[in-house]
């Protein structure tokens, strides 16, 4: 799975203050959009395009046609005619998206990101959509949390394809700080959209068992998801109608990642004998990555937020440049 970005450029935008990675979101069904330009019926092309990050576009090596004026450019990207046919098909553009935190975002540069997810995911052979071999695939793709992300991911995503669903690793544009979404792309294939964007693997992993479990419990219901995080794995949800998706979709998650009866097997009224080698022993037996653990137990108070966290899987993105 190759992602084109510079690393350096990554790791400057990790660590800016605005950008910390501080959790992922909940659900949402409307946005503002204040850093967004309000595109009107008679906007001219090339304003149109001055609206997009065009440049980390290229610096990221998205998929842009070669030649022709910025706004052609962007016109062939998104597959309209015009900035009138864009504002019809993207202006109020229905996807989940898990994201860090209540911000006002830019429309622009995220439904740049979510023309970039569907148009890798496009390049990937799908089966038609089978929910009893997705199910029966979880417990592999769980598995795949003890390996390296980059080579883990590979294999998720040919299981994935396999079941009717396309994982793709996109970069973060600037003024999106999307860590993922997911989106049926037909009636019968869905995308799941992943971002570099966490610095431990039970962050990933949480994320896209969550887009998972959007894609399992809720059928092709287009939903809208943004911001708002308590924290890593739980949500404080801004319009409550819907707060019941994002609650199914972590609880889904947080209970294939660890399932309850294996849970319960822990001593988690008595904290002093969580010990490292027993939280280790544990995930071991249950075969997924100690550090999920860890943050688990953080996320329910049983372990301190400092504590433990030697045990959790640190990601180090590979890069590799196209040719």
Request: with cysteine.
């Amino acid at each position: 799975m190759k992602l084109n970005i510079d690393p350096n450029w990554l790791l400057r935008m990790a660590e800016k203050e605005d950008n910390r990675i501080v959790s992922v979101g909940g659900l949402v069904t409307r946005v503002e959009m204040n850093m967004g330009v309000e595109i009107q019926p008679d906007m001219r092309p090339s304003e149109w395009s001055r609206i997009f990050p065009l440049k980390a576009m290229r610096k990221f090596q998205f998929s842009l046609p070669e030649g022709g004026s910025d706004a052609e450019v962007l016109l062939k990207f998104f597959g309209v005619q015009s900035p009138d046919a864009w504002r019809a098909k993207w202006g109020n553009y229905e996807v989940a998206f898990r994201q860090t935190q209540k911000f006002d975002f830019h429309r622009e540069a995220l439904t740049a990101w979510v023309r970039e997810a569907e148009i890798t995911a496009s390049q990937i052979p799908l089966a038609e959509f089978d929910e009893a071999k997705l199910r029966s695939s979880l417990n592999v793709l769980r598995r795949l949390t003890r390996e390296d992300a980059m080579p883990a991911l590979d294999q998720a995503q040919v299981i994935c394809s396999h079941c009717g669903v396309a994982l793709v690793l996109v970069a973060e544009l600037p003024g999106t700080r999307i860590s993922g979404c997911s989106r049926w792309l037909t009636d019968s294939q869905a995308m799941v959209g992943l971002t570099p964007r966490y610095k431990s693997g039970e962050q990933l992993w949480f994320t896209f068992f969550h887009e998972l479990g959007h894609i399992l419990l809720h059928g092709n219901q287009q939903l809208f998801v943004v911001d708002n995080a308590a924290d890593e794995m739980g949500d404080e949800v801004v319009d409550p109608v819907m707060a019941k998706y994002e609650e199914e979709a972590d609880r889904f998650a947080a209970d294939i990642l660890i399932p309850p009866a294996e849970l319960a097997k822990l001593p988690l009224h008595k904290p002093d004998e969580l010990t490292s080698e027993l939280i280790q022993d544990f995930a071991e037996s249950i075969e997924i990555h100690p550090g999920i653990v860890i943050h688990r137990l953080q996320h329910d108070k049983v372990l301190g937020h400092w504590q433990g966290n030697t045990l959790k899987q640190k990601l180090e993105w590979g890069f590799i440049p196209e040719e």
